[in-house]
């Protein structure tokens, strides 16, 4: 994996750098901007049905290309299935370079309600429906929405690596593990992404993050906000002060300052949240901002 580096032009996301996912050419790597869209909020409330305004979702995902996002993450649970069938409406056929990453083992009973399920007959029937809803032949970034802990690892990690040799998934990754559980994966395939709850206020996963530094692997941060830390958000408060920004547009400048394997998706169901979450891209934080927020030790 690449570094991250700046390019000009193509819209606000370019001011984040890009990030190249996987390392074997031979299968074909994905080089996209660090600040891309999580599309689990065109759905309804509880991540559960249709979005309340339709029309808003589509345009959020059109004016994520106008900005520059080429990356779009969703998953199969969100709605469920509504999210996929949204992007597809929006976007299909998908402009050159666009990648969507999507993920599969978790079932949906209700609003808020996620029970997981790594069985190899829900994964296989998760996959082929996210490849007949996104209109595609071949899934960019297929990701384990969970380890299934009442299932063999073997069982779900033996189906995604079958799933890839046979042309369906370009790339695997993970979410929610550990550093243990990455390398188990990576006895079957190459891990080339890790989505993991994280943010100035929680970091909890800062092994993992360390591990995917090291190893190349993209990280993922999702609720970037998020941690009930009563000091972390008083300090994002002072520095949105001082730059006179959001505190949403200082989380997530902080988190592409924490780490070069970055690649944020920073979800919304509003154009102007959409326009606004993307500006974060071009704030630097300075070394006052940093002695509030400081950056994690271990990186």
Request: hydrophobic residues 35%; glycine residues 10%; aromatic residues 8%.
């Amino acid at each position: 994996m690449q570094q991250a580096t700046t390019q000009s032009g193509g819209g606000l996301a370019t001011a984040s750098g890009t990030i190249t996912l996987g390392s074997d050419r031979m299968n074909g790597q994905l080089t996209v901007n660090r600040l891309g869209y999580g599309a689990m909020r065109i759905t309804g409330d509880g991540i559960w049905g249709p979005p309340k305004d339709r029309d808003e979702a589509i345009r959020v995902l059109k004016r994520c290309l106008d900005l520059g996002i080429n990356f779009i993450d969703t998953a199969d649970s969100y709605g469920p299935f509504v999210s996929e069938e949204l992007i597809a409406e929006a976007l299909h056929p998908y402009a050159e370079g666009l990648v969507i990453a999507t993920k599969g083992a978790l079932l949906r009973t209700g609003p808020n309600q996620w029970p997981v399920d790594g069985s190899r007959k829900h994964l296989e029937e998760a996959l082929n429906g996210s490849l007949k809803r996104l209109k595609v032949e071949q899934i960019d970034l297929y990701q384990l929405h969970r380890f299934d802990e009442k299932v063999p690892s073997e069982e779900f990690l033996g189906f995604l690596k079958e799933a890839q040799q046979q042309g369906k998934i370009k790339h695997i990754g993970l979410s929610e593990v550990d550093v243990d559980q990455i390398k188990e994966a990576q006895q079957y395939f190459e891990v080339v992404s890790v989505q993991n709850m994280y943010s100035f206020g929680q970091q909890k996963w800062n092994p993992t993050l360390k591990y995917c530094e090291e190893n190349n692997i993209a990280f993922i941060p999702w609720y970037p906000l998020g941690g009930g830390d009563l000091s972390a958000e008083q300090a994002i408060h002072k520095v949105a002060e001082r730059h006179g920004a959001t505190e949403y547009q200082i989380a997530l400048a902080w988190l592409l300052a924490a780490s070069p394997v970055m690649l944020l998706i920073p979800g919304t169901s509003s154009v102007k949240h959409l326009e606004q979450n993307t500006a974060a891209a071009q704030i630097k934080l300075t070394e006052e901002d940093f002695q509030d927020m400081p950056l994690p030790k271990q990186i």
